[in-house]
T-cell receptor, first 113, second 115 residues
């Protein structure tokens, strides 16, 4: 059973389009992080959300943590080819091993010029 | 540059070989991790070291043997691997383990192919 479900698994869009990727779970998380991984590289942290209902913006990226702290979304406005990569969500679960991140499988985004 | 360096970047080894992966961080972090990233699977946590002590071993086969000689270096010793062990092996570090805002800094990974 996958603890963190990410959708869609693959997304191919044209430059300038908007998109949303989702990270869902039946478990409650004390915090949730989003990473981006480019081919041949390790994941790089984009944001951490901690409070239920929290919304954080990073330029054209908007991150939201669900009120119940079980899900999160990432919205990208006016996508650019530089946004191409694997987007991973990772959570720290209540009652789980402290500090250990649980990762989803990721959403592979391709933005075509 | 994330501050976490892994070598080698690519490794091809036979099933009877013995090799080691190396990870180095100069961020002053106290916790280091090994992850395995396979196609179609999420990142899998293998080992956690905190202040050079192994604090977690997630049911990893004994053919993978970690070593943490000091807080800046982490090794993964490999022997008699199987083809299904082929994957991207990622090292990460964080300031401390056990903080709910743990931010992991990842290395670029070692792409391992077992033939």
């Amino acid at each position: 059973t996958q603890l963190l479900e990410q959708s869609p698994q693959f997304l191919s869009i044209q430059e300038g389009e908007n998109l949303t990727v989702y990270c869902n779970s039946s478990s409650v998380f004390s915090s949730l992080q989003w990473y981006r991984q480019e081919p041949g590289e390790g994941p790089v942290l984009l944001v951490t959300v901690v409070t239920g209902g929290e919304v954080k913006k990073l330029k054209r990226l908007t991150f939201q943590f669900g009120d119940a702290r079980k899900d999160s979304s990432l919205h990208i406005t006016a996508a650019q080819p530089g946004d191409t990569g694997l987007y991973l969500c990772a959570g720290v679960r209540y009652g789980g091993s402290q500090g250990n991140l649980i990762f989803g499988k990721g959403t592979k985004l391709s933005v075509k010029p | 540059e994330t501050g976490v360096t892994q070598t080698p970047r690519h490794l091809v080894m036979g099933m009877t070989n013995k090799k080691s992966l190396k990870c180095e961080q100069h961020l002053g972090h106290n916790a280091m991790y090994w992850y395995k990233q396979s196609a179609k699977k999420p990142l899998e946590l293998m080992f956690v070291y905190s202040l050079e002590e192994r604090v977690e071993n997630n049911s990893v086969p004994s053919r993978f043997s970690p070593e943490c000689p000091n807080s800046s270096h982490l090794f993964l010793h490999l022997h008699t691997l199987q083809p299904e062990d082929s994957a991207l092996y990622l090292c990460a570090s964080s300031q401390d383990r056990g903080h709910m805002n743990t931010e992991a800094f990842f290395g670029q990974g070692t792409r391992l192919t077992v033939v």
